[in-house]
């Protein structure tokens, strides 16, 4: 579970995209993650997007001190429709390796519902006694870890004011989101007010009851700062903070909506 709240959040700090309209034009954003203050990893985005269609393609690394410790290397993608001011994915894929252990998970969606799911290793069968497990009803109006956090509102102070109902192919989870004013960011590609936001992880389904991790992070608040997309109405976050057992977990984007 602490995988699917930290893990979608990490991979969700990517978004980068324009209205219908737009022509297409690649973008590229980079993160640096810490922990506590000390690096640990770095993960970069380009994103491309035309009238009809938007396609987002990641990689995610260990560095710093972390790489002394555990070798994690990963790849992220997204690919779907725009609808209005709605980004409808149809792909998504994750697959991350770290300390010789490999993960993935591909999902197909049409219009917020999934179509098919498929992850490596395998669920365990049978499931812990422990498990709570994914019901078919709950897997629409869902948004995937990548193109979720892409949000066009109609005016910034809407933007906090909506639940995020993620899927990453193990876990359904709520993401809350609640308006926390605005703070001043400055960033390679940004120097603005950006819109915060807390939430704090509510799982649905997908987890056993017994993790650590879920127990760890029940009513802890997540906060996310969002920052405009020049002038295309769309905002991603440009900085989050997730507490973890260790201390605070911080992605910050260094570089932000540049070519």
């Avoid at 290397?73 to 991350?96: E, K, P, Q, W």
Wanted: proline share 7%.
């Amino acid at each position: 579970m602490l995988r699917a709240a930290t893990g979608l959040l990490a991979s969700a700090l990517l978004a980068l995209a324009a209205p219908a309209g737009a022509e297409a034009a690649p973008l590229r954003t980079v993160y640096t993650i810490s922990l506590i203050g000390l690096p640990v990893g770095r993960a970069e985005f380009r994103t491309t997007i035309d009238a009809r269609r938007f396609k987002v393609v990641g990689t995610l690394s260990s560095a710093g001190l972390a790489e002394l410790v555990s070798s994690t290397r990963g790849t992220s993608s997204v690919s779907g429709r725009i609808a209005g001011r709605r980004l409808l994915a149809d792909r998504y894929a994750l697959a991350y390796t770290s300390d010789g252990k490999s993960w993935s998970s591909d999902l197909s969606l049409r219009s917020g519902s999934v179509v098919s799911s498929k992850v490596a290793p395998p669920a365990r069968n049978p499931a812990p006694a422990d498990f709570v497990p994914v019901r078919r009803a709950q897997l629409t109006s869902v948004v995937d870890p990548l193109s979720g956090l892409m949000i066009a509102p109609e005016k910034p102070a809407d933007l906090c004011r909506r639940t995020l109902n993620v899927y990453d192919g193990w876990s359904r989870i709520d993401l809350p989101l609640s308006p926390a004013g605005t703070e001043r960011v400055r960033t390679d590609g940004f120097d603005g007010e950006a819109v915060v936001c807390t939430t704090t992880v509510r799982p649905v389904s997908g987890y056993r009851t017994s993790s650590n991790g879920l127990r760890f992070l029940r009513g802890k608040v997540i906060r996310l700062w969002f920052a405009p997309i020049g002038d295309t109405g769309v905002y991603a976050p440009v900085r989050v903070r997730i507490p973890t057992e260790v201390g605070p977990l911080s992605l910050t984007a260094s570089t932000f909506a540049k070519p």
